[in-house]
């Protein structure tokens, strides 16, 4: 710990600045990528976007082979929060039906219990999130940026 790190330290004990204060303080002094080493976790920033990236080696079509195939597919998280916004707007009906349609394939999923507020949640969990398949012939990654 740092002599300077000890001094904010101190303020906080001593109440003459508050915990955000200290923290911000603590912040402009870390050097980057030394966090690990003094305990101190800075947060993420949140995600803007959710990233799909597919490369293949062959075509998907049978029976058609037009070579490689690449997907990169870039979702603001903006429009994951409108979604789930407008899902409010879906009639109880059109609920039923897709509940029914999804436990049919073995999901268990009830879109009326998603609220914006578990949104952010959602999304927060979706900062840490990193997916990297290779496989022979296809390679997948997907994560937030």
């Given at each position: 710990m740092t002599e300077n790190q000890k001094k904010i330290l101190e303020m906080v004990a001593d109440k003459?600045?508050?915990?955000?204060?200290a923290y911000?303080?603590?912040?402009?002094?870390?050097?980057?990528g030394d966090a690990s080493d003094s305990g101190i976790k800075i947060p993420k920033p949140a995600p803007k976007y959710l990233r799909v990236i597919?490369?293949?080696e062959h075509s998907w079509e049978h029976g058609c082979d037009n070579g490689p195939v690449h997907v990169n597919v870039r979702v603001p998280v903006a429009l994951i929060?409108?979604?789930?916004?407008?899902a409010s707007l879906i009639p109880p009906e059109a609920y039923n039906q897709m509940?029914?349609?999804?436990?049919?394939?073995?999901?268990?999923?009830?879109?009326r219990?998603?609220?914006?507020e578990n949104i952010e949640e959602l999304i927060q969990?979706?900062?840490?999130?990193?997916?990297?398949?290779?496989?022979?012939?296809?390679?997948?990654?997907?994560?937030?940026?």
């Amino acid at each position: 710990m740092t002599e300077n790190q000890k001094k904010i330290l101190e303020m906080v004990a001593d109440k003459k600045i508050t915990a955000d204060e200290a923290y911000r303080l603590l912040s402009l002094i870390q050097p980057s990528g030394d966090a690990s080493d003094s305990g101190i976790k800075i947060p993420k920033p949140a995600p803007k976007y959710l990233r799909v990236i597919v490369d293949t080696e062959h075509s998907w079509e049978h029976g058609c082979d037009n070579g490689p195939v690449h997907v990169n597919v870039r979702v603001p998280v903006a429009l994951i929060r409108a979604g789930v916004k407008l899902a409010s707007l879906i009639p109880p009906e059109a609920y039923n039906q897709m509940d029914e349609k999804l436990k049919n394939r073995g999901i268990m999923f009830d879109l009326r219990n998603m609220k914006p507020e578990n949104i952010e949640e959602l999304i927060q969990a979706l900062n840490d999130l990193e997916v990297n398949v290779d496989g022979s012939a296809e390679k997948f990654r997907v994560y937030t940026e």
